[in-house]
């Protein structure tokens, strides 16, 4: 936001410039409503409710459109199974709903979108935005891992204990519930954030014939998906938060971020080179291959014996 002040009014003073500038503007007054407006309200609720023992009533009309949304097309054929159904029904009320998950969740992707957008900058400012530089690539593989990171924080619940319930009920494995949570996570939270940078991608002005050096990255989206629940297991909300310990965090982070500079190496080489056509075809054959064997790995996959 500072960045785009400073160009607008001392520097370039480009058209990107002053949207940038002007959204941050927008947002800050938008956050300074609702922290005056809406959280503000919602507290002194809760501080007059706090010595009532009246029950609360559910709210009928956030449960409604998920679930009026997931028996309807193509919604009911993707989440055919009850257990994955359950469980996307379960994360999806987290994601939304849960005032600590979403303090965790959403502050621990928003590297995910400062990254690119600096990249989708640079390029901009040097001019190389419209040939497909580096920018594109890095933002293409850099959005692949949403799901990944998102899924590892989505572990963490302060009513980890109630996780308990998954081991009684009749299931074999963490399978179901793993596919479901993966689920929601790519319908709630990478497609909008695929659909908000494609956004800024057009406004950018790059070349409607250079999007494709993002396909990369977006291909091995359901690959990258499924990783958390093949490695670790680890079932959505199952974790105490004390177990997210900000030095795994700090590696993980490292780690993805060396394998998506190693893909967009890659993407812009072969780009370069003139057979890109030929990486695209390569890397759907191998993703598609180990989607189908890690998918089938996770829903034979058992319950690790308890202590």
Not at 45 to 58: D, I, R, V
Not at 81 to 89: E, G, I, K, M, T
Not at 260 to 270: E, K, N, Q, S, Y
């Amino acid at each position: 936001w500072f960045a785009s002040f400073d160009d607008a009014l001392a520097g370039s003073g480009k058209t990107a410039s002053w949207i940038f500038a002007g959204v941050g503007l927008i947002a800050t007054f938008v956050v300074i409503a609702l922290a005056f407006g809406k959280l503000a309200q919602s507290y002194e609720e809760g501080l007059q409710k706090l010595g009532e023992n009246l029950p609360t009533k559910p709210n009928k009309l956030r449960r409604r459109w998920i679930n009026t949304l997931i028996n309807l097309p193509p919604l009911r054929w993707w989440l055919r199974d009850p257990v994955s159904r359950a469980s996307f029904l379960l994360t999806t009320a987290y994601m939304i709903r849960d005032h600590d998950v979403k303090l965790r969740l959403y502050p621990g992707i928003t590297p995910i979108l400062i990254m690119p957008m600096i990249f989708l900058l640079q390029d901009k400012a040097g001019g190389r935005a419209g040939s497909g530089g580096f920018g594109l690539a890095f933002t293409g593989s850099f959005l692949g891992l949403i799901p990944m990171l998102a899924q590892n924080i989505l572990q963490y619940s302060q009513q980890w204990q109630a996780a308990d319930l998954f081991r009684i009920v009749p299931m074999t494995g963490p399978g179901s519930l793993c596919h479901g949570a993966r689920k929601a996570v790519l319908l709630f939270l990478t497609l909008p954030l695929l659909l908000l940078f494609g956004v800024i991608i057009l406004v950018l002005q790059v070349k409607l014939t250079q999007l494709a050096l993002l396909l990369p990255g977006i291909l091995a989206i359901p690959l990258f998906a499924l990783l958390p629940g093949l490695l670790s297991k680890n079932v959505p909300l199952s974790q105490p938060p004390e177990d997210a310990k900000a030095a795994n965090r700090g590696a993980a982070m490292i780690l993805t971020m060396l394998i998506t500079v190693t893909l967009a190496g890659v993407t812009v080489w072969a780009w370069a080179q003139g057979w890109f056509h030929w990486l695209l075809l390569g890397e759907a054959i191998v993703v598609g291959l180990l989607y189908y064997i890690f998918r089938a790995r996770m829903s034979r996959a058992t319950w690790d014996a308890t202590e």
